[in-house]
């Protein structure tokens, strides 16, 4: 299953720098689409292989682009996502970190395709080193007429340039990152009109994750119709996972969707286990918003089948058993990981980055906070537990932008597959206080 | 409505002149100059982060004002990006400003901890700064980089698989004075490793 499109030659020396990236083959996209392919084609291409957004909603890249107005005569934008704030998730770093022309390229090809003149990428303020590491590729591929006026004698333009944010969850989402590419405040804009219409500067904009973006030179290069045989079904392709949590190997993997979650856990090749040799508790396999499974219905789903590493596989079940691949922020817990301390944590994520817009997202982020703190806490009662799964679906599907589902999917799997762990706290206040969360190695240098 | 309404810290206004050096204002028209024009707006966060840098680790009514100047948007648009953004401080902060990391994937694998020791060995709180203004120390949510638990950041720098040990070597380090090198002073394997 070893298949690497977006991290193919990562541990070359020197791949981040121009000259190296091209003697592997690198830009070699951006000819073939700029001197034998129609924008239109390019989007065809980009169809056929079933791309899916990797940013987190698995939106179906192709059908994306060719919503573009392309009719208005306004100028159009491509934006690339780069805010990367979701917890659990960490591959959009290392993707730039180490072969920043792999998104480079892509967003070269996806420009000619949207027929944009103008691209962005908005990186998340905290990642000050991948914007140097940016800036310094950008500089490399203008020297080399790969970006600028009339790239490659094609006649075709593009400006790209990095645009910094400053700390802000929430500008992850597509039109919260287009009010704050503009200089504003965080807040998403309602939907309709999408951005594709009306999105920065009023005009037709296509927003994109740093990974999709990346996957467009290798389907360029070799067809959609190669692309669509990797994987399973309608996941075609890899994806980046970012393993974190209780095991032996963080960190983040290519893999081909379609993985058994088992093998991805448990082989050398990923994970590499449970860390200290435990047990395995529950797994959150796609950022902080998705559902948490415990091992059972993580492994295999509710009818007794393995589950695998793909947009399907994963949501098998609905919400009732399942969950979803997501960002592919895959969060693993111990057998000694307390689900209602990680829960509380969570919570006082989401209340902390809403940006307050709506009532059911600024207020019930806040009061789903102080209750998951009173029970972590051992002040909490048994109503509380219902208190909880009420508030929760009081956000869903009642604000602006998704971020309220966000902020309730993991309150409510939570108490639905681990409600005995919440009866626990509730019932023995004077047991809790002894849960230490969070394991440091090497505890005892001071003592 | 009396005044002491409005004596939110944010609006005492120092009326000190501030003003960026020459290069510094060419480093900004450049940015200016990446957005279409009649949106110089968009430049605002990036220069906000520049002033920060650039103007004593934090924003005050004065540099803001300043800003809006520049950018020729009002005062208030200004306030509102900055008191959004959690990068911006509003109040003065120490010359590192150390981040701790206390987000689930972190917590889990002892983000606690650190946290703990390091409000004992400086000997304050999240949120305060140190008497001699060496340190403040700040808890901030996901950095991207759970994969290498527990995490910080001091001023622009990650600090990764953290343990008590690192602490106190990071610590002696600051306290010799020793400048942080800035990341794009830094080798690409300096960076990672
Ligand atoms: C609260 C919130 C945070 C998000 N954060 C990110 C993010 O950090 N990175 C990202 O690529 N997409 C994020 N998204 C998804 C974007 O809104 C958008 O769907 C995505 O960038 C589209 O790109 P894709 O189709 O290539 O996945 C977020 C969405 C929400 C609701
Ligand atoms: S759901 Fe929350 S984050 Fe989204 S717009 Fe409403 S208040 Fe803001
Ligand atoms: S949770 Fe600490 S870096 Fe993501």
Redesign the interface.
Known sequence: MERKIVLEHIDVEGIQHLDVYRQHGGYLSLKKALKSMTPDEVVTEVKTAGLRGRGGAGFPTGMKWSFIDKKSGNPRYLICNADESEPGTFKDRYLMQHIPHRLIEGMICAAYALGANKAYIYVRGEFKAVIGILNTAIKEAYAAGLLGKNILGSGFDLDLHVHSGAGAYICGEETALIESLEGKRGNPRLKPPFPAIKGLYQCPTVVNNVETLANIGWIVNNGGEEYAKIGIGRSTGTKLISACGNINKPGVYEIELGLPVHEFIYSDAYCGGIKGGKELKAVVPGGSSVPILPKELILKTIEGVDRLMSYESLSEGGFISGSMLGSGGFIVFDEDACIVRNTYNFSRFYHHESCGQCSPCREGTSWMESVLHRIENGQGKTKDIDLLVSIASKIEGNTICPLGDAASWPVAAAIRHFRHEFEFHVNHPELIKNIKHGNLEKLDVKN | MSEKHFKHKLYVKENKAVAFSPTTLEKINTIIS?Y?EG?Q??????I??IAQEEMGGSLNVDIMEYVASL?S?TPI?VF??AT?????YLEPVGKYVIEVC????C????????MA?LEEKLQIKVGETTSDGLFSLKA???????????VM?VN?E?YEFL???KIDTILAELRSKKELKK??E?T?KE??S
């Open positions: 990446h279409p949106q707006k968009s430049a605002l966060i990036p906000l982060h950018l948007i648009e509102e990006v959004f953004y959690s990068q911006f206390h987000t689930g994937p917590a889990i694998c002892g983000g606690e901890d650190i020791y901030v949510e996901c950095l991207g980089a759970c994969g290498s638990a527990p950041q622009t990650f343990d008590l040990t990341p794009e830094q690409w960076r990672l």
